[in-house]
């Protein structure tokens, strides 16, 4: 099939207008949940100026002074707005619970968080798509139940009971790694992080096989495997030719590990008490410092979104009939 | 078994019949389970009860197989006990999920329009956020108790029912016994229920044994974090906060517990599994 030049603009037409749709969707989704999260300020048990003033003695002058800083006597859509204008410019306002300001005090724990799920993630995928790539091969030999008891067993055990057990283990039994903490810094966080790390790469793992595994076994089924094959080409190339198509729906369950990622990073950093956003999170949430929570939840709400809209669009361009097809319609 | 089921079956790959052997374990560690549920009240009855003077056991003491921990209540008594809280959640949240999954799935994927759109659009911003963040955030910051935790979960796992029964639905709908039924002029909502549905139920029950397990993990994670159970309370989630710090003293404190979670969640995982790949064969598109 030849395609003319003017088949060429209206298919980039329809693509454009595809992605127009869909960055418009995510802003939608998005603009809702920020309604949700700063209603939850309100909603709150207790009275919202008793919340906000934590520890402190509440005189009439602290009552005022947060009536101001919240604009509490403002109508409540003001509120909304001005609430939203400062989070947009990276003004979340005030922890209670650690006298700062809340993106110092995230900016202060995002690196240990950042350093942990990187190190997971790499581990995860060194180990998880070999092994899925190998299972798919050989379908049904004891590699493949290995990998399918392991992808099982890593899907369901929930993250702290793995840190636990590793932590009894390596700890106690084999006392190879440090039990708590984040050392410090340079190479020892890095030592720190080994365990907390592996116990987080056994849930990532688990998905990314399942999605490697699944992929794989399609693509060995098409034709152009049969056909590779029946040329003679090695097993190897083959191979490496059906992963290299069994990546695309690999890149899209991105956003499916993303979301195991975030609550994992919580509960591992919680096992080793590792001073993380994780860490942070739970005990903002036990202390009801909601300015630091609602920062979080947008800031993680923001981050899937994103990484789901360019999963959307790896897709898209990596796959020319995904393309064809989105644009067809 | 019908014979084009037979056929299906043998082309299958042999990996994707699960060893029955795992699938006849997991039944019964699951029974067994089941069996603590139903009678662990009565097997020990006074789980929590705290005693100075048998503080910190290791496990094999005369009397505490397991031991104790630091506020001398027996472990083995402690688990016993502890698995009514950690699995009544998560199945009511498995039932409720799927009862909320069967009404709003069939209702937009059968009638259409605004409707499936509304709920579609629910559905797409209860998965904006992961599911363990928003349980997290909103069971703390507002307090939840147990059977709050429950709900919220509830609402957070119906959107993988809703969109599962929906795309189920669809796919029956454009089926001509639809069809002969819309001639017979039968109400839509007895179409829906009575002709539609039973044709879904094997894929709504195969997700239901999988947001068991995921529900199972979900809850003993909040519990881990000190939400949703209150302190105090026999349950596996809260022995892992409360045994982290004896760990040397008594391990079973922790082990034990951490690995029952362990396994009842992948036992669940491995049925629904292979409820799925022995149910869904016609179902599945």
């Known amino acids: ?329 | 078994m019908s014979s084009t089921e037979a056929i299906v079956l043998a082309k299958l790959p042999r990996s994707r019949r699960r060893h029955p052997v795992a699938v006849w374990l997991s039944l019964a560690l699951l029974g067994l389970v089941a069996f603590l549920v139903l009678f662990g009240n009565l097997i020990a009855p006074d789980a929590t009860a705290q005693s100075i003077l048998d503080s910190l056991l290791p496990p094999g003491s005369p009397g505490h197989l397991l031991g104790t921990d630091e506020l001398g209540r027996d472990v083995l008594d402690l688990t016993i006990a502890g698995a009514a809280s950690a699995l009544v959640g998560p199945v009511c949240v498995a039932l409720g999920s799927m009862l909320l999954g069967i009404l709003l799935g069939t209702v937009a994927g059968y009638l259409r329009g605004p409707i499936d759109f509304i709920i579609g659009r629910w559905t797409d911003l209860l998965f904006s956020l992961p599911l363990l963040l928003a349980a997290i955030v909103v069971a703390g910051v507002f307090g939840a108790g147990y059977w709050m935790t429950v709900l919220l979960l509830i609402l957070l796992f119906s959107p993988s029912d809703i969109r599962i029964v929906r795309a189920g639905v669809m796919e029956q709908a454009a089926r001509p016994f639809v069809e002969a039924a819309q001639m017979l002029s039968l109400s839509k909502a007895r179409i829906m229920f009575t002709q539609v549905l039973p044709n879904v139920w094997s894929l709504v029950i195969t997700n239901s044994m999988l947001n068991v397990a995921f529900a199972l993990v979900a809850f003993s994670s909040l519990s881990f974090l000190g939400v949703g159970v209150a302190p105090g309370t026999a349950d596996w989630g809260r022995q892992l906060t409360d045994g982290r710090a004896i760990m040397i003293d008594n391990p079973a404190a922790v082990l034990v517990p951490a690995l029952l979670i362990i396994g009842v969640a992948s036992a669940a995982n491995l049925v629904g599994d292979w409820l799925g790949q022995n149910l869904t064969r016609t179902g599945r598109s």
């Open chain 1, 1 to 329: 099939m030849t395609i003319t030049p003017i088949a060429r603009a209206s298919q980039a037409r329809s693509l454009g207008r595809m992605l127009v749709v869909r960055v418009l969707g995510t802003i939608g989704i998005l603009l809702v949940l920020s309604i949700i999260v700063f209603s939850m300020l309100h909603l709150a048990p207790g009275d919202i100026v008793k919340n906000l003033l934590g520890n402190r003695a509440s005189s009439p002058e602290a009552i005022a002074a947060i009536r101001a800083q919240y604009n509490l006597d403002q109508p409540l859509y003001m509120q909304y707005l001005i609430w939203l204008g400062n989070a947009l410019t990276g003004d979340f306002g005030q922890s209670i619970r650690l006298q700062d300001s809340v993106s110092n005090v995230i900016g202060s724990r995002l690196g240990i968080t950042a350093a942990l799920s990187g190190l997971a993630f790499l581990l995860a995928l060194v180990v998880a798509v070999p092994l899925g790539v190998q299972s798919a091969v050989r379908s049904g030999s004891w590699i493949d139940r290995f990998a399918t008891g392991f992808g099982i067993v890593g899907l369901s055990a929930p993250t702290f009971a793995v840190g636990l057990l590793l932590l009894y283990v390596f700890a106690f039994y084999v006392p190879i790694f440090p039990v708590y903490g984040a050392g410090d810094g340079g190479l020892d966080t890095l030592w720190h992080l080994v365990l907390p790390a592996i116990t987080l790469a056994l849930g990532l793992g688990a998905i990314i096989l399942k999605l490697t595994r699944t992929a794989m076994l399609r693509e060995l089924e098409t034709d152009y495997v049969t056909f590779g094959r029946a040329r003679g080409l090695p097993d190897r190339q083959v191979h490496l030719i059906a992963l290299r198509n069994a990546a695309i729906p690999i890149v899209t369950g991105a956003s499916l590990v993303l979301t195991f990622l975030v609550g994992g990073t919580v509960l591992a950093e919680t096992t080793f008490a590792l001073p993380g956003l994780g860490t942070l999170l739970q005990g903002s949430v036990l202390f009801k410092d909601i300015a630091v929570v609602q920062a979080l939840t947008l800031l993680v709400a923001v981050t899937i979104a994103i990484i789901a809209l360019l999963a959307d669009l790896a897709y898209i361009f990596l796959d020319p009939r995904i393309r064809a097809k989105e644009s067809a319609q």
